[in-house]
T-cell receptor, first 112, second 113 residues
Framework: DGGITQSPKYLFRKEGQNVTLSCEQN?????MYWYRQDPGQGLRLIYY???????QKGDIAEGYSVSREKKESFPLTVTSAQKNPTAFYLC???????????FGQGTRLTVV | DQQVKQNSPSLSVQEGRISILNCDYT??????FLWYKKYPAEGPTFLIS???IKDKNEDGRFTVFLNKSAKHLSLHIVPSQPGDSAVYFC????????????WGAGTKLIIKP
């Protein structure tokens, strides 16, 4: 079954802690993305990667970090520097030209 | 500055009737457009797309119309069904060097029985 998998679905973090969200795809897509969705808002791009070992900042990269050591994997770390981390995080992958992006089921992160 | 705008935050439609969701964009260089559907607490799923060389694309109950001169596209769903109740996002792909999707804020569609 080809697809994109995010884990965990729900995540709680104490203030001041870093936390890593997992994203794995077996679609053989070159590009992967992390978005954040807040209530009543659209998708905002955090980071993206078009090729292994390379990634670029999106519109709201501050307080986040990523790595792309393997084509299949694009983990996102939410650091303690992120001022308002409570949100719904979505990972996506696409062919190189982004004519169709496939999304994971999302991770809801709550800071307690 | 929003380059892709969905001006209606929500839309309510009777079951069986036509739902029309609208999207406007500002950049005439946008070359490819996509519509996604999203249920709460789930990732968006791809619905339908259209290239700027076309003005209409149809897939079952879903049709997307593109008016390049007005920089406007619309998604028509007919007939509307209860399962269509979701948030619909419009996205534009400039098909330039980084191929990043520019997203609208979404329209929540509610289908009334």
């Amino acid at each position: 079954d080809g697809g994109i998998t995010q884990s965990p679905k729900y995540l709680f973090r104490k203030e001041g802690q870093n936390v890593t969200l997992s994203c794995e795809q077996n679609l053989n897509h070159d590009a992967m993305y992390w978005y954040r969705q807040d209530p009543g808002q659209g998708l905002r791009l955090i980071y993206y990667s078009q090729i292994v070992n390379d990634f670029q900042k999106g519109d709201i990269a501050e307080g986040y970090s990523v790595s792309r050591e393997k084509k299949e994997s694009f983990p996102l770390t939410v650091t303690s520097a992120q001022k308002n981390p409570t949100a719904f995080y979505l990972c996506a992958s696409s062919p190189w030209d982004n004519t169709e992006a496939f999304f994971g089921q999302g991770t809801r992160l709550t800071v307690v | 500055d929003q380059q892709v705008k969905q001006n209606s935050p929500s839309l309510s439609v009777q079951e069986g009737r036509i739902s029309i969701l609208n999207c406007d964009y500002t950049n005439s260089m946008f070359d490819y457009f996509l519509w996604y559907k999203k249920y709460p607490a789930e990732g968006p799923t791809f619905l339908i797309s259209i290239s700027s060389i076309k003005d209409k694309n149809e897939d079952g109950r879903f049709t997307v119309f593109l008016n390049k001169s007005a920089k406007h596209l619309s998604l028509h769903i007919v007939p509307s069904q209860p399962g269509d109740s979701a948030v619909y996002f419009c996205a534009a792909n400039p098909m330039d060097s980084n191929y990043q999707l520019i997203w609208g804020a979404g329209t929540k569609l509610i289908i009334k029985p």
